[in-house]
T-cell receptor
Framework: DSGVTQTPKHLITATGQRVTLRCSPR?????VYWYQQSLDQGLQFLIQ???????AKGNILERFSAQQFPDLHSELNLSSLELGDSALYFC??????????FGQGTRLTVV | TQLLEQSPQFLSIQEGENLTVYCNSS?????LQWYRQEPGEGPVLLVT?????EVKKLKRLTFQFGDARKDSSLHITAAQPGDTGLYLC??????????FGAGTTVTVRA
């Protein structure tokens, strides 16, 4: 158990819909990362938050947005979903040394 | 373009053989980590290397950080089927942004 909690574990939704993925970081970790992993693909960095502030942005589509709340949990919002958005979405929290601890992921299937 | 290049992309070996996975970059990192990921699961941290030239051993796994802190290698001795998985390297910059390589899929046949 990494200490990072992601919900839901599975999500099936239709094209054009909007979903919210939730992440609770490890106790004490201020930094949260979101990654997308498509079938047979590597981890694509989406966005990073540190103590409530956006710190770095990767290949995140304009249809996607995220935020980190005062209690440090984070949410990733995906809207106007397309078939190609089907993937595993991982959240990770990190120590001050950058070591990442990943959640179990949310498997999103867009039909 | 990946900031970190991993090679090879795929590796299939027989149980008992040795293997080495490489992670290279043109960037200098404050630390570099290796992770192992099994299908449908999140990556799990194996090791962090911080000092140039550092070598860390974890049972049959040996990790090395290049002197210039731009590259790293993972060597597995006497591989076992349980070593099968996707091995990912990740570099942390001064801003703590983690950049991952594309990964090396290792299959160890019994």
């Amino acid at each position: 158990d990494s200490g990072v909690t992601q919900t839901p574990k599975h999500l099936i939704t239709a094209t054009g819909q909007r979903v919210t993925l939730r992440c609770s970081p490890r106790s004490g970790d201020l930094s949260v990362y979101w990654y997308q992993q498509s079938l047979d693909q590597g981890l694509q960095f989406l966005i990073q938050y540190y103590n409530g502030e956006e710190r770095a942005k990767g290949n995140i589509l304009e249809r996607f947005s995220a935020q980190q709340f005062p209690d440090l949990h984070s949410e990733l919002n995906l809207s106007s979903l397309e078939l190609g958005d089907s993937a595993l979405y991982f959240c990770a929290s990190s120590t001050q040394w950058g070591e990442a601890f990943f959640g179990q992921g949310t498997r999103l299937t867009v039909v | 373009t990946q900031l970190l290049e991993q090679s090879p992309q795929f590796l299939s070996i027989q149980e008992g053989e040795n293997l080495t996975v490489y992670c290279n970059s043109s960037s200098v990192f404050s630390s570099l980590q290796w992770y192992r990921q099994e299908p449908g699961e999140g990556p799990v941290l194996l090791v962090t290397v911080v000092t140039g030239g550092e070598v860390k051993k974890l049972k049959r796994l040996t990790f090395q950080f290049g002197d210039a802190r731009k590259d790293s290698s993972l060597h597995i001795t006497a591989a076992q089927p349980g070593d099968t998985g996707l091995y990912l390297c990740a570099g942390a910059g001064n801003d703590y942004k983690l950049s991952f390589g594309a990964g090396t899929t290792v299959t160890v046949r019994a």
